[in-house]
């Protein structure tokens, strides 16, 4: 059909070209109700209702995901899992609330929420749930076909909230702001992955190449969050001092569950000689070739595991226990409001996932797999049995699961640090803020955090001692020469280390020694407030962000240069979006209104530009044996070579009609992209891959809404 539409844009309808083209549809069905009441005199209770459904027929669509591998966005439908009116169907919020004010120098709040998260991105069709998806490494890097995953979680979240302010005037010669707090949170994450016929078929040039078997994942953890605050500002002439301090506790546990073993487990593998190679070429045959003969034996790989159930250091409990203090200065330097000096210092924590410790006791809380050599000995691209070659180590293997012993239940292959510590960010800022004139002001901060105590899956032994995997058990470094097949690809050598021994399949959950982040950024401001018909805001700020691996932050040395030192670019996690890392080196944005002097039309306008994100171009390198596979290396520095400088321009015109007694009609246009741009978003990054440079994504085009709102 896109063939025929490319030369014959008119011979299929409207609607078919819709269900060709217009892959990922997104449906939001949002409703809400707020109900609020005064019990008595001082108190308001309030009651809340959202219910916001969201279904998509093609998530994660993309250049590497044809429609097949897509995945289905719903609501969960299992009633086992809970009531839709609570935890499954249509995500739904509920929030009770009562504020009672005792006095004009008191006031408490007491609130309960639950939100019922809960969706499932299942296979594209339910056909597909027996299909093995293929992988292919090279021709283009990164595609996937036939198949994928399917994944169901359910996410409820209950949490009590108790606040209050209370101000206290002439104390020690000011006055005294207090506001305290208490939060008392549940969180519980259920979730449940099959992949496609329990494997992945991985392809090199489209010839067969790896066995990837996966077995499914059962998790179902619990997150407790504890934690109160006190704060009080002070003021005193034209001093104000912000003092205040927020303790928490967070602990979780993972409830029990089972798996069942793959299908190919206890049959017959491959039986017979067959040649692999570490770096395979195109038509067969390649580089680091190896023969292996294999025996026939039953695969033992992956069979049913019954979970039990563990606490965050598997028996028993721990809870990470965190202090943040906060200070804040702000003097008036002139005493009239229009010059003021800011300075403030804050201690912050990181929040604790659902299972974040105890999920390194599940052995069912991943989807564990083993790689093997493949011979496609029928040629229909999918895997049998009788088509894995059963290596003594195989290629590769993960998710808590230990290929010499896998049975193992009672011995994990993970054991969390008993001195684990969480995150934290130290953060200063310095500010300058003056009023210009009776409505406009501008200002200038600037901002430093430091980041630090990350924590990381350190590879070990089996008695979980640091030292006895590093760095020193990685030889090198040897050089990478790629083949490339694209003009303008970049095909320069890159090294690379390898493993001097077997990788083992334990780890320590710790904090990484050494590794640190900071940020340095400069923030200028200027604002209008609305007056003489129209109004402004405006900002600019640069930022810097680099991450530092110093001698013992890392074990594989391989490309470790290019991010030690390079800007910290995490990627995105926007809903089906791939291959964007988020780093701005500066930002630029103005927004302003108007109201036309005939008939009052107001028309706006929204300017958002920035640097480009990061373009992390690699080279991906040959297997490089020993359980640890392939390589990626970056060509350069992160955050040195960058896509396209990004703007786009939005413009809105509306007009409010007064309609009898209290209704109004507002009417309005929105236009966003008015000026159509297409700049490039993301392109495929690895240089020896058939893809190479590719353009993934470019700005949306312009879109023209028009709406009616009416109030009353």
Request: glycine fraction near 8%.
């Amino acid at each position: 059909m896109k063939k025929d539409l490319a030369t014959n844009p008119l011979s299929h309808s409207v609607d078919e070209v819709r269900g060709c083209l217009n892959t990922d549809e997104t449906l939001l069905d949002n409703y809400n109700f707020k109900l609020g009441i005064e019990l008595f005199k001082n108190n308001q209770f309030s009651w809340f209702f959202n219910g916001a459904g969201k279904t998509r027929n093609a998530r994660g669509a993309d250049d590497l995901h044809p429609i097949e591998s897509t995945q289905r966005q719903m609501g969960v439908d299992d009633p086992t899992l809970g009531s839709s009116w609570w935890k499954t169907g249509m995500p739904k919020t509920y929030k009770w609330s009562d504020r009672q004010i005792f006095s004009d120098r008191f006031m408490m709040e007491f609130q309960y929420a639950h939100v019922g998260n809960n969706f499932v991105l299942d296979f594209h069709d339910p056909s597909l749930a027996d299909v093995q998806p293929t992988y292919e490494l090279y021709s283009p890097a990164g595609l996937y076909g036939r198949s994928l995953t399917s994944s169901k979680y359910v996410r409820p979240t209950d949490s009590i909230d108790v606040t209050g302010n209370y101000f206290l005037p002439g104390f020690l010669g000011g006055d005294n702001q207090f506001k305290f707090g208490v939060k008392y949170r549940n969180d519980v994450a259920h979730s449940e992955t099959p992949y496609g016929g329990d494997a992945i078929a991985r392809l090199a040039y489209g010839i067969p190449y790896q066995a990837e078997i996966r077995r499914d994942s059962y998790s179902e953890y619990q997150l407790q969050n504890r934690n109160f605050y006190v704060q009080d500002s002070y003021s005193k002439k034209r001093l104000t001092v912000n003092l205040g301090f927020r303790f928490d506790y967070q602990t979780d546990n993972s409830r029990a569950g089972t798996v069942d073993a793959v299908p190919f487990y206890n049959q017959a593998t491959f039986n017979g000689a067959m040649t692999y190679c570490t770096t395979p070429a195109a038509g067969g045959g390649g580089t680091g070739c190896t023969t292996y003969t294999g025996t026939g034996q039953a695969f033992n790989q992956l069979p049913t595991v019954a979970f039990n159930g563990a606490q965050a250091l598997n028996t028993s409990g721990y809870a990470f226990k965190n202090w943040s203090p906060r200070v804040g200065l702000t003097y008036d330097l002139t005493g009239n409001g229009r010059n003021v000096a800011k300075f403030s210092y804050a201690h912050y924590v990181a929040q604790e996932g659902t299972g974040n410790l105890s999920s390194t006791y599940t052995m069912t809380g991943s989807n564990s797999y083993v790689r093997y050599p493949w011979v496609d000995l029928n040629h229909d691209n999918v895997i049998q049995t009788n088509e894995i070659v059963l290596l003594a180590k195989p290629l590769a293997s993960g998710g808590n699961y230990d290929y010499a012993n896998p049975t193992a239940i009672a011995t994990p292959t993970g054991k969390n640090d008993p001195n684990i510590q969480m995150e934290h960010t130290d953060e200063f800022i310095v500010s300058f803020d003056k009023q210009v004139g009776g409505d406009f002001g501008v200002g200038a901060s600037f901002i430093y955090r430091n980041n630090a105590n990350f924590r990381t899956s350190w590879t070990t032994d089996s008695t979980f001692n640091m030292n006895s995997w590093t760095s020193a058990n990685y030889t090198g470094p040897s050089s990478y020469t790629p083949t490339c097949t694209v003009a303008g690809a970049r095909c320069t050598a890159v090294p690379y280390y390898s493993a001097t021994s077997y990788v083992p399949s334990y780890y320590l959950y710790t904090n990484l020694p050494g590794y640190h982040r900071t940020y340095k950024g400069v923030e200028l401001t200027a604002r209008k407030r609305m007056s003489h018909r129209w109004m402004m805001n405006a900002s600019f700020s640069y930022n810097d962000a680099p991450e530092y691996y110093p001698p013992g932050a890392y074990q594989d040395p391989t490309d470790v240069a290019p991010q030690n030192g390079g800007q910290y670019s995490p990627l995105s996690s926007s809903s089906g979006l791939d291959n964007v890392y988020v780093n701005a080196k500066w930002l630029a944005r103005l927004s302003g209104a108007y109201t036309l002097p005939w008939w009052d039309i107001n028309v706006a306008g929204f300017l958002n530009t920035r640097s480009g994100f990061p373009y992390m171009a690699y080279v991906q390198t040959g297997d490089r044996g020993n359980g640890i596979g392939a390589a990626t290396v970056y060509l350069d520095t992160v955050g040195s070579v960058r896509l396209p400088n990004f703007a786009t321009l939005d413009f809105k015109v509306d007009k409010t009609f007064t309609l009898v007694r209290h209704f109004r009609l507002n009417a309005s246009m929105d236009i966003f992209n008015l000026f159509n741009g297409n700049t490039i978003l993301s392109e495929r990054r690895q240089q020896n891959s058939s893809n190479a440079n590719m353009i993934s994504s470019i700005l949306a085009p312009r879109v023209l809404r028009f709406g009616v709102r009416l109030t009353f």
